[in-house]
Structures are given as C-alpha cells and as structure tokens.
C-alpha cells in the first residue's frame, strides 16, 4: 500500500517545492515507484524545478475534470523512470478543484505507487485544503526564522484537527556559523517550540540554488544539502539514519587554519 | 395617564419608585406598569434593589407591584429596601454582596478541566471554569478562562483569567514567557523583543496577579501562595 505524504509550511518561500522536488528524486533513487503532484493551482513550478516544464500537455485540473485520462497527463522523469510528476494547471485557480477530488485523485494513484508526495501551496485556504485531504503523513518545512516557525505551528493545529497526526519536522536552510554564533535558532531551539519530531535538517548550500536552477535536483549527490536529502528519504522509509554533521566549514580561514594544524 | 402619580429615580445602586398617594390602587397599578414597560431598554437586565416611598403599601400591596415590574420588564429585583433607611446605603450593601461574583460563577471558579497537548498558533481555549494545561501555549494561541489557568509547560501565547472580570483570577506557568497577559480588566504585554532576545525562556515557575491595579509576575514561593486567593 502507499503512502500519501503532504509537505507543507504555511508559511511561502521556506523550499516546499524544492525539497519536494529532493525527497521525490531521492525516494526514486532508493528504488520506490513515486509520484509528486504540484497542488499549487495556479501558481505551478514543481516542474520547473525538476526541469520538465517543456513536457506538460494536460495536468492536474484536466484529470480532476475529466478531459483527460490519468496516465496522459502523469510526466515520467528524465532521470529515473520509476519517478513521475502530475503538474499543476497554470491557467486556473484554487477553487477549480475540491477535497473530495483530490481524494478521489489520488486513490486512483494508490494501486500504482510506493510513494505519492503533495506539494502544498503557501497558506491555509483552499489550496492547503486540498493537498491535506487525503495525505496520511506530513512532513512540515520551516527556516529557523520565528516567522516561519509561526506558520508552521499554526499549520500542525490544522493538520491535528484534520486527523493527521504522523507529523515531522525538516529544517531547512540551517547555517550552523550563524548558529554558533546565536545568531540563528537551533535545530533544538526550533524542535523546542513545536514540539514535534525531527525527520532532517538541511543546510543553506548555493548547490541547492544552482540545483534548483537547473531543474536537477541534488538529492543523493555528495554536496552536503544532497546528501541530506537522502537520509531524509531513508528515515521516510523507516531506516535509523544519525543526524549528519552539518558542521562543515568551507570559509578560507578554515582552510587556512587546516594548513598550520 | 398622563399624570404623575407615579415617578422612578434611580441612583447608582437602585431605583426608588415614588407613589404618589391620592389616586386610588388600580391607577397606581396601571401606571407603574407602564413606566417600567417603557424604561425596559434603558435598564435592560440590570440588578438592581429597589424600595417605594410616598404611599403606604401593604405586603400584598407591595408583592402585587413587584410581580408587575417583573412582567413588565427584565430588570432583576435583587432585594426591596424600606423607607426611612439609608436608602443608597442599603441599596449598595445589598446588591454589592451579590456582585461580582454571583453564586454559579464562585461554584465555576472552584471547579477545573484539563487540558493535554500544545496549543498552537490559532487555536483558542476557553473555559467557564480554571485550566490547568499540560502542554506548551504556544504565541498566538490563546486561553481564556473565567477562572485560573495554569500551564505546565511553556507559556507563550496570550492568556485571558477572570473573564467575567474577577481581578483576583491567576496566571501560573512553568516557564512564563507570555506575548499578553489579562486579568479581569488589566492586561500587559510583554516587553519589546523580549521573546526574541532572549535565547532560552526563563524555567521558574512564576505566577501572574493583580495588585492594586498592576499585574506583577513573580517567581512561586510560600509568601506569594500566601497571598492568593481561590
């Protein structure tokens, strides 16, 4: 049986779509059967950032709607063919599909594969309604930033109330220099505040934007944000993986002070 | 019925309804009716005492004249004051000891529930009665409660004790870091950027009270305890 997982922030900007777009590839790297689809109706770019924009012909609305069948609007990744994406329409909004249909959706997908991953859309309307519906697990996105962290707390209310309970944590974007110096909050300050536990802690690496950019995502690759994605993708499928240590300093002095040890 | 045989004053306590003593009973009746019937909206359900004066008026005169204002507004006859006494004085005693705490809010104030879990941002908790919350309240829940409320957890978001305006109501946290506390009709919000500068939340256990129209937090001791009442 699969399991439908939600990733979701509240908050917008914090890497939904990006880490999505991580734990899908990573999952797939593993050898799983995933689907991801881009909940985020009208503001598409799950696909964007897996590089396959240039392939979609009908998407998410058009299945819901029937103007299509499932299959033809499902896109196989260029990667790794046990990886699909169902894009999201561009051209409509929200309200142009409802809970009931997402269920519907994505019970239809459940027979085909091992893991079915919603990229949520920033807010609490409509749109995180949907991508809630039929979610069996969540996993909450935030920065170490107190806006962020707002959000997500609000966010796990929501998703209590709605009957999901399997909640974890993925901070993202951690800059341990600043957080040495008590400048930024730490993977425990934050876990402090929600109360929930840690599946991954991801570091702020430019390979991410690059990775990002060139719609290739990095997960499993061996830059410290890919790495970290992947052991992310192993706790997912149940395995004890140690927290890795994100303190790597890259700085010239660094470099410079290995040189005299 | 355009005559005055019958007048309501009103001061801060009560009402003094003045008869006047010449026209016969069934007047009097009449138009006492009518005026509380029109004055209904301006006292609304309030509680009030109330005494007659100008006419001597028998027990069955005066009980008669009572279920009359009863039907003909809301105001609460909470005791009749006699003639002749200190009539504010007396007024005041006997409504005062009525407010502010009426009979089934005390029983509420005694009483609890409790509350498991962390309160998130958006989620509100309100309760007739005390709250005792295991559990964090994180900024942006809020709790309120006509009674106490005491967290065994973090304290963060906004809490609201005495809600019927009970100034004697506490606040008690484990760790006591709140975005905004009320009690009764104070309220105090948490210094500027408190929250952020701070690394690590105070782990006293501190309680939150009014006195003499401030609200203090102080660390729990004896002496504190001493001085509270439930």
New interface residues.
């Given amino acids: 049986m699969s399991e439908v997982i939600v990733i979701t922030s509240g908050k917008g900007g914090v890497g939904k779509t990006t880490s999505t777009a991580n734990i899908g590839t990573g999952l797939a790297k593993l050898g799983k059967s995933v689907v991801m689809i881009d909940t985020d109706i009208g503001l598409r770019n799950l696909d964007v950032v897996m590089g396959l924009e240039n392939r979609i012909v009908y998407n998410l609305v058009d299945v819901v709607e029937g103007n299509c069948r499932m299959k033809q609007a499902l896109i196989k990744d260029k990667r790794y063919p046990n990886l699909s994406l169902l894009p999201s329409a561009q051209t409509r909004d929200k309200t142009a599909v409802t809970p009931e249909q997402m269920v519907k959706l994505i019970d239809e997908l459940k027979p085909e594969f091992d893991y079915i991953l919603l990229d949520c859309p920033a807010g609490i309307e409509q749109g995180f309604k949907n991508a809630i519906a039929a979610a069996d697990r969540a996993l909450i996105v935030t920065t170490p930033e107190?806006s962020a962290i707002?959000?997500a707390?609000?966010i796990?209310?929501?998703l209590?109330a709605n009957d999901i309970h399997k909640i974890n944590l993925i901070v993202n974007r951690l800059r341990m220099d600043m957080v040495k110096r008590?400048d930024m909050m730490s993977i425990e300050d934050v876990i402090d505040?929600l109360?929930i536990d840690l599946i991954g802690a991801v570091p702020d690496d430019e390979h991410i934007v690059i990775a990002t950019n060139q719609g290739e995502p990095l997960a499993g690759d061996s830059s410290l944000a890919g790495t970290a994605y992947m052991n992310i993708c192993k706790r997912i499928m149940g395995e004890e993986v140690p927290l890795m240590n994100l303190d790597v300093n890259n700085g010239f002095f660094a470099k410079l002070s290995k040189l005299f040890k | 019925m355009s005559n005055q045989s019958v007048i309501i004053k009103s001061n801060r306590y009560g009402l003094v309804v003045l008869l006047d003593d010449q026209p016969d009973w069934d007047t009097i009746k009449n138009e006492v009716a009518e005026k509380f019937r029109s004055s209904d909206k301006f006292f609304g359900d309030a509680q009030m005492a109330l005494s007659f004066q100008g006419r001597k008026l028998s027990a069955e005169e005066e009980a008669e004249l009572l279920k009359i204002i009863g039907e003909s507004c809301r105001i609460q006859i909470v005791c009749v004051v006699e003639e002749n006494t200190a009539e504010e004085q007396a007024m005041k005693a006997a409504v005062e000891s009525r407010r502010p705490v009426e009979q089934h809010d005390l029983a509420n104030l005694q009483d609890g529930r409790f509350y498991k879990g962390?309160?998130?941002?958006?989620?509100v908790l309100e309760s007739e009665t005390s709250i005792i919350i295991l559990?964090?309240v994180?900024?942006?829940a809020r709790v309120v409660s006509k009674g106490n409320i005491i967290v065994l957890g973090a304290l963060?978001g906004n809490v609201f004790v005495g809600a019927a305006g009970n100034e004697s109501a506490f606040v008690a946290a484990l760790s006591m870091a709140p975005m905004q506390i009320r009690i009764g009709d104070v309220i105090a919000r948490s210094s500027d950027g408190a929250a952020?500068r701070k690394?690590k939340a105070d782990e006293t256990p501190k309680i939150a009270f009014v006195e003499n129209g401030n609200i203090y937090i102080e660390p729990i001791t004896k002496d504190v305890l001493n001085d509270i009442n439930v």
């Fill in positions: 107190v707002r959000d707390d609000r796990i209310g929501l209590e008590g505040i109360a | 962390t309160l998130r941002s958006g989620q559990g964090d994180n900024p942006g963060k952020r690394k």
